[in-house]
């Protein structure tokens, strides 16, 4: 795989405090199981990899467990959460209601301040080979795509919410993505998305973005 994105958006990190780096670098590395649910995080060891003290490390943390990313046992110490798989029907039904809004409200308003990322985003999946879209990077161009939508929706509350549904999703993904073979097309959907939006198309991009999700959990229950 010769590119595969940030799965946040463009940031300096300079311009983030000690917990929110830490805090963002550990919820992508729990999001996309490369931190084994059910494995404990050495508070230690962290601390040394994020170049952060353990103060900012356990602001982070503790935002992690608001948002079921980790859990924190008294006496035991903290651990990446499981993935819960039955839940798949709940986080669904938000992500119908509040996903094709946020596309909707995004498209009105052409990408707001985040329309020349919308428009990178456009032509670098434009760009992009089939090797590219293999499981690990498709699901990292998912995540990057749909949260540079919540931005542009310019809702913070909006935002935050379908960013915490997002990640849990996603970690049900990571899950059955070995077993999905339509990673690809389901990608290659985003360019129609990022192109309504910029367009101004509000119907057609929250069309788009309710079929992405219905079709997305239709595939993951074909393959649990």
């Excluded at 230690?44 to 992690?64: D, F, N, Q």
């Excluded at 992500?95 to 707001?112: H, M, T």
Aim: glycine share 4%; aromatic share 4%.
């Amino acid at each position: 795989m010769t590119a595969t994105p940030s799965a946040s958006p463009a940031a300096d990190d300079n311009q983030l405090s000690l917990a929110d780096r830490a805090f963002l670098r550990l919820r992508d590395r729990l999001i996309f199981l490369d931190i084994v649910p059910g494995m404990p995080l050495n508070e230690a060891r962290l601390s040394v990899e994020l170049g952060v003290g353990r103060t900012p490390l356990r602001e982070a943390i503790k935002r992690l467990d608001s948002e079921h990313l980790v859990v924190t046992y008294p006496r035991r110490g903290t651990f990446a959460t499981t993935v819960d798989i039955t839940a798949l029907s709940e986080i669904s039904q938000v992500r119908e209601v509040l996903e094709p809004l946020a596309a909707k409200l995004a498209a009105q308003r052409r990408g707001g301040r985040e329309r020349d990322e919308l428009e990178t985003l456009a032509r670098e999946l434009d760009a992009l080979g089939a090797d590219e879209l293999e499981r690990d990077g498709a699901l990292r161009w998912d995540n990057r795509v749909h949260r540079a939508v919540y931005t542009a929706a310019g809702n913070a509350h909006l935002q935050d919410t379908l960013e915490r549904y997002s990640n849990l999703a996603t970690r049900i993904w990571c899950v059955a993505a070995d077993r999905m073979p339509q990673l690809q097309g389901h990608v290659e959907e985003h360019a129609t998305l990022l192109r309504a939006v910029l367009d101004g198309d509000p119907d057609t991009a929250q069309a788009v973005m309710l079929h992405h999700v219905r079709d997305f959990e239709e595939h993951i229950r074909q393959v649990l």
